[in-house]
């Protein structure tokens, strides 16, 4: 029998550094998040994905990694992440971290090395040229980054990097890079992480820029880490972040030997695409068009996320689309094809459209990732620059930096966002606890309701017919038994008929719904659905 944990899981990104501040120096510390774990336990979380928390200059919100075995002393020491992940565990909730090995900080020991002696043997750790290369492909981070390459002075080269210039990417084609990086998964794995977040995964495996290109299978190292982890864990799980062309996605699974998970990126800009235009038709695509994925492989499905919103599976019309509604200014805009807004912004804070966004994440295929903050519609603040939009201090309260920290508010990490439909003032978690029509409230029940349909994650997709070019319906069908959903992308009533004979017997039971449920009948159904309406139903056998 099959176990995989990751199918039902319910994930949540956080940021330790923007999440609880406990002493008071304006920075959330690991002491904070175990604080608050009772909060995320009580939301239904059960594994916790922490964005990068090592030691880093943070030019790139810790992304730029300078220790792989240490923590950002402003979030506190090991001993304090220890602590966190025993009473992680004693709430039953699982610990993913952050693995970002596509490239170091340059203020790495390893680079510094590299750079300062030719015969270092961490020079080949990196990626050099003595020449400005040629192969010089777009920057990833357009008005942030000029090139791909940088000339460093000390070692009289070229440097490779992907990203910005204080990440020089390693040099995965040496083999004692690649046994750095298992050496660093086996370090957290000891500390009982469950996993880790692959960052920037294509770039991690791809050969630009090394000498004889193309001689080593780049998703062979794929396989290399996953049987290093699997070995020393197994029930330890990669999540990578790919968002590549869809015929390399089956690369990136392999047999199921490769990684368990990636984030859909297809399905993510396409169900964006249906809420602006009110339409099933995109999300039918954005489901359709991912490749067919091995038995113990699972997609990560995600609204938003700490980067940018990027539309780049999209037609540039379909983009313009998108931002006509959801990005209409340009200061919203961000790398050409991005958004950089939280979710709750975007869709005019309206709870109607919130619900209907997190009812389709809970129910369509795959595992849901929320990020921190979303669970009460926070919203962005786009005074500040770049990515970090999305990226400013958790709302606990009312009270002085919206509950987050003690400290003087211009000590801050990040501004709390005060004022206005989005401010602390009025988005918290204390005051959203205490309203049982809150955002945060309904979240709970959806996702309790979510984790006893584990066929919702684990099953079997049928798109049902439902006659209306608004209205998405869905069964997922696992182990025998048949859930299934229904989602109105209009603002208007609609009342739709289902033909839900072939998923089991003349019986549907009703689980969740944003109206007072008349019974149904099985057979042909008739499903009445308010504006931006949803229910779901568990068919053909009784509720338990
Ligand atoms: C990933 C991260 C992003 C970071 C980049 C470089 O895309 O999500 O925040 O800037 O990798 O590490
Ligand atoms: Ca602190």
Redesign the pocket.
Known sequence: MKDLWYKRAIICCLDVGTFMDTNGDGVGDFAGVTKRLDYLAGLGVTCLWL??CYPAPNY??G??VMDYYGIDPRHGTLGDFVEFMHQARERGMRVIL?L?V??TSSKHPWFQRARSDEKSPYRDFYVWSKQKPEVNLPV??PGEQKSIWTHDRKAEAYYLH???KQ?PDLNISNPEVRDEICKVMGFWLELGVSGFRV??AP?LIEQTGVDAPGTVDPYGYLKEFRDFLSWRRGDAILLA?A?VELAALPEYFGDGDRLQMLFNFVLNQHLFLALVRQEAAPLIVGLLQPPTIPETAQWANFLR???ELTLDKLSQPQCETIFQAFAPQERMQIYGRGVRRRLAPLLDGDPRRLRLAYSLLLTLPGTPVLYYGDEIGMGDDLAQEG?TSVRTAMQWSDESNGGFSTAPKNRLVRPVISGGDFGYERVNVASQQRDPESLLNWMEKAIRVRKGCPEFGSGKLSIVETGDAAVFAHCSAWQGRVVAAVHNLSDTPREVSLDLRSFGENHVVDLLGDRECEPLDGGRTWVKLEGYGYRWFRIGSTWA
């Open positions: 964005l990068p790139d919100n992304y730029d952050d970002v596509n490239h990833l981070l992907r990203f910005y990440q960052d920037a770039y972040e968002n996320n700490h980067d990515r």
